[in-house]
């Protein structure tokens, strides 16, 4: 078996893999979409909202499943971890201040030795 042919089945395998995770999308999408539908005709049926409203609700809950929102890379710049900051100090009794300002130490050197980890 040469490289070409491993290059080949490679190829053959990655379209096959997203022919697949098309199908299974579409599939989701129907049930998606039968599901908000019957969740807009009870809601119909209860008079509140109307044909129209309804419509506009399942087209919406469709259209949110094909598009989800993207998460904006510009939100968090830097390439630093996100720093964790502990608001509530409310102890638990098995939890003396040592302890919490042990594991404040703790994780300041966790987060020095990923910054270490990240430069090399």
């Given at each position: 078996?040469?490289?070409?042919?491993?290059?080949?089945?490679?190829?053959?395998?990655?379209?096959?893999?997203?022919?697949?995770?098309?199908?299974?999308?579409?599939?989701?999408?129907?049930?998606?979409?039968?599901?908000?539908?019957?969740?807009?005709?009870?809601?119909?049926?209860?008079?509140?909202?109307?044909?129209?409203?309804?419509?506009?609700?399942?087209?919406?809950?469709?259209?949110?499943?094909?598009?989800?929102?993207?998460?904006?890379?510009?939100?968090?710049?830097?390439?630093?971890?996100?720093?964790?900051?502990?608001?509530?100090?409310?102890?638990?009794?098995?939890?003396?201040?040592?302890?919490?300002?042990?594991?404040?130490r703790r994780v300041e050197e966790l987060q020095e030795e990923l910054k270490h980890l990240r430069?090399?």
């Amino acid at each position: 078996m040469g490289l070409g042919d491993i290059v080949q089945k490679a190829m053959y395998l990655g379209v096959g893999l997203a022919s697949l995770a098309g199908e299974k999308a579409t599939e989701k999408l129907a049930e998606l979409r039968s599901q908000a539908q019957k969740l807009a005709d009870e809601m119909v049926a209860r008079g509140e909202m109307n044909t129209e409203e309804a419509r506009r609700f399942v087209d919406e809950m469709v259209n949110k499943a094909q598009n989800p929102p993207v998460e904006s890379s510009s939100s968090n710049p830097s390439a630093e971890p996100r720093k964790i900051e502990i608001l509530d100090e409310d102890e638990s009794e098995s939890q003396t201040p040592n302890d919490v300002d042990e594991m404040r130490r703790r994780v300041e050197e966790l987060q020095e030795e990923l910054k270490h980890l990240r430069n090399n």
